[in-house]
């Protein structure tokens, strides 16, 4: 038996989005009118994506990924593509402080600290227990200096959701702009970027049953259109990501949540010790980050791998890392605790079956 509990990593290609890339790799590039073919499919992604996120094509800029559109968001603060009257040009009334919190992703941290690198202040914002943004501490960080706030939507370790409408608040307050990282958010509610109070927005293909290698940066105030997407070497994704983002629907998400919720019944029930991090009515409908009272996660790793499910110690894209998670730890766990948890992420191609094997096997591993 195989069963992947790991979406919040990657989700595999749905088969309508690889028939819609598919002439894409052939056809559309054996023909004469091969620049229209090129900016109609482009527009129709745009469109697409735009639409998933309550945006106008127009904002849309195509990227290579989730990490790419992040580094892009912080990266425009250093340089004059944003808001309008807030060029970041070498001024003496430039801003010059970036705020994050301390559960960001890595693609937001190590971008933070490359602009560090180019005379830029890094505040980072705590975090209560459930791994929120303490606003309190917020409202002081941010001021008149601060160019640019950015925070995730949904952590992609524990699924918490952050309270962004009230952060775009207290930083638009202060007159600085607002990155929300959804690249885990994207399929998890609908997302509306004026609701969000989003100046810039990520989202990533691969996290909703798209291709790998496809970002999007969304921009409050458009793109220049040279600016909007590398679609040469891209369009293929991009007609991918297009497909993914028109096929997300609300019922898709009831049935994910409603498994994790059996999925949390089934453990609870099991009396072994084991707790739910950062769980709160607004978090995640598929991400759940279990605590584990008697068992290490390399071990619970091993074992699950052993029985078939694939699951997760943390960020797949700090897997290898050294070292306690840098979430968990920001939320107040010890390190030896927070080598006690792992990931369960569920995607659409899991059954009420499949979890009830998932704790039939945790049961076996936590109790024997």
């Not at 070497?233 to 949540?257: C, D, M, S, W, Y």
């Not at 107040?332 to 039939?360: N, P, Q």
């Amino acid at each position: 038996m195989s069963i992947y509990m790991d979406y919040a990593a990657t989700t595999p290609m749905n088969r309508s989005v690889l028939e819609a890339m598919r002439p894409y790799f052939f056809e559309s590039f054996t023909t004469l009118n091969y620049r229209e073919h090129i900016q109609e499919a482009l527009e129709t992604a745009s469109k697409k994506v735009a639409d998933a996120i309550g945006a106008e094509p127009g904002m849309i800029r195509f990227t290579f990924g989730g990490t790419h559109a992040n580094h892009l968001a912080l990266e425009a603060v250093a340089g004059e593509i944003i808001a309008e009257g807030r060029s970041s040009k070498n001024t003496e009334n430039q801003r010059k402080t970036i705020v994050i919190s301390a559960v960001e992703h890595p693609s937001v941290r190590n971008g933070a600290k490359a602009l560090e690198e180019r005379g830029f202040s890094v505040e980072i914002c705590p975090v209560d227990a459930l791994g929120k943004v303490d606003l309190k501490a917020l409202e002081a960080l941010v001021s008149e200096d601060t160019a640019l706030v950015s925070v995730m939507l949904y952590n992609n370790e524990t699924g918490t959701r952050q309270p962004v409408e009230a952060i775009a608040e207290v930083t638009h307050l202060k007159g600085a702009l607002f990155h929300i990282d959804a690249v885990q958010g994207m399929g998890a509610e609908t997302l509306d970027v004026k609701t969000l109070g989003a100046d810039l927005l990520s989202v990533s293909a691969h996290k909703i049953y798209g291709p790998k290698g496809c970002g999007a940066l969304y921009n409050r105030n458009g793109w220049p259109d040279e600016m909007r997407c590398d679609a040469y070497a891209n369009l293929t994704n991009i007609v991918g990501f297009g497909q993914a983002a028109a096929r997300l629907h609300p019922e898709q998400r009831k049935t994910v949540e409603s498994l994790k919720v059996l999925l949390i019944r089934g453990l609870d029930s099991l009396d072994a010790g084991i707790r739910f991090n950062g769980l709160s009515a607004d978090s995640h409908p598929g991400i759940l980050n279990v605590y584990f009272q008697n068992a290490d996660s390399d071990a619970l790793l091993i074992g699950y791998d052993m029985h078939g499910i694939a699951v997760s110690a943390g960020s797949a894209c700090s897997s290898g890392a050294v070292g306690a998670s840098p979430v968990l730890l920001a939320m107040g766990f010890s390190e030896s605790e927070a080598r006690r948890c792992l990931r369960f992420s569920m995607g659409e191609g899991l059954t009420k079956t499949d979890i009830e094997y998932v704790v039939e096997v945790t049961r076996k591993l936590v109790k024997g």
